[in-house]
């Protein structure tokens, strides 16, 4: 079957850095999908990356390791308003998307 | 309009009753998709629309149903509502389907509960 883990929750301090990681076992892949969602609001993309190795954009990066089925999203600066959850997703050989349960970051003063 | 609109905002709803959530896009994107997401679980597809006039299944099909006339509307239709249809269903879109780098854009969301 198809399957994509994360951690369900982390915590983490206002102006540090955090990684959430993502592993996936997947039929097929053809990209990973970070999504940023607040609570109560819909998801919203991050980044996307294909191929190995790391994608910076800002205060966020995400690293790639296809022979591992690993991820991460790296937050830099952590802000107030990073406090959302995070939603990893692979496309599988079909093109359909199959998402993690997704991570919720709480940032404390 | 800018995005993808649903509509209604949250519903309750009688288990047995019919009822459609809609859904609107502006952005001439050929694909949509309905996902449901429930607390603990990733979000699951329920149908998909590569193009207008063709549907498809997602992972949870069973008791939900779509159409799809023209390219910006994408609703769903629950025939007999269920307790565990109770759900935040959202409506999403991307340009071309079948490319890995798709992005999928959302809609705001419809938080539906079934008594």
């Given at each position: 079957?198809?399957?994509?883990?994360?951690?369900?929750?982390?915590?983490?301090?206002?102006?540090?850095?955090?990684?959430?990681?993502c592993?996936?076992?997947?039929?097929?892949?053809?990209?990973?999908?970070?999504?940023?969602?607040?609570?109560?609001?819909?998801?919203?993309?991050?980044?996307?990356?294909?191929?190995?190795?790391?994608?910076?954009?800002?205060?966020?990066?995400?690293?790639?390791?296809?022979s591992?089925?690993?991820?991460?999203?790296?937050?830099?600066?952590?802000?107030?308003?990073?406090?959302?959850?995070?939603?990893?997703?692979?496309?599988?050989?079909?093109?359909?998307?199959?998402?993690?349960a997704?991570?919720?970051?709480?940032?404390?003063? | 309009?800018?995005?993808?609109?649903?509509?209604?905002?949250?519903?309750?709803?009688?288990?047995?009753?019919?009822?459609?959530?809609?859904?609107?896009?502006?952005?001439?994107?050929?694909?949509?998709?309905?996902?449901?997401?429930?607390?603990?679980l990733?979000?699951?597809?329920?149908?998909?629309?590569?193009?207008?006039?063709?549907?498809?299944?997602?992972?949870?099909?069973?008791?939900?149903?779509?159409?799809?006339?023209?390219?910006?509307?994408?609703?769903?239709?629950?025939?007999?509502?269920?307790?565990?249809?109770?759900?935040?269903?959202?409506?999403?879109?991307?340009?071309?389907?079948?490319?890995?780098?798709?992005?999928?854009?959302?809609?705001?969301?419809?938080?539906?509960?079934?008594?």
């Amino acid at each position: 079957g198809q399957n994509i883990d994360q951690p369900t929750e982390m915590t983490a301090t206002e102006g540090a850095i955090v990684q959430i990681n993502c592993t996936y076992q997947t039929s097929g892949f053809n990209g990973l999908f970070w999504y940023q969602q607040h609570a109560g609001e819909a998801p919203t993309f991050l980044s996307y990356n294909v191929l190995d190795g790391l994608e910076e954009k800002g205060r966020f990066s995400s690293f790639l390791s296809r022979s591992k089925g690993y991820s991460y999203l790296l937050l830099k600066e952590l802000q107030m308003k990073d406090s959302a959850s995070y939603l990893c997703a692979v496309t599988d050989s079909n093109y359909q998307l199959i998402w993690g349960a997704g991570t919720k970051l709480i940032i404390k003063p | 309009i800018a995005g993808i609109t649903q509509a209604p905002t949250s519903q309750i709803l009688a288990a047995g009753r019919r009822m459609t959530l809609r859904c609107t896009q502006d952005m001439r994107h050929n694909a949509m998709y309905w996902y449901r997401q429930d607390l603990g679980l990733g979000l699951r597809l329920i149908h998909y629309s590569n193009t207008a006039g063709t549907t498809g299944k997602g992972e949870v099909p069973d008791g939900y149903s779509v159409s799809r006339a023209n390219t910006d509307d994408f609703p769903l239709t629950l025939a007999s509502a269920v307790p565990s249809q109770t759900s935040v269903y959202f409506c999403a879109s991307s340009d071309n389907p079948g490319q890995g780098q798709e992005t999928q854009y959302f809609g705001p969301g419809t938080r539906l509960l079934v008594l």
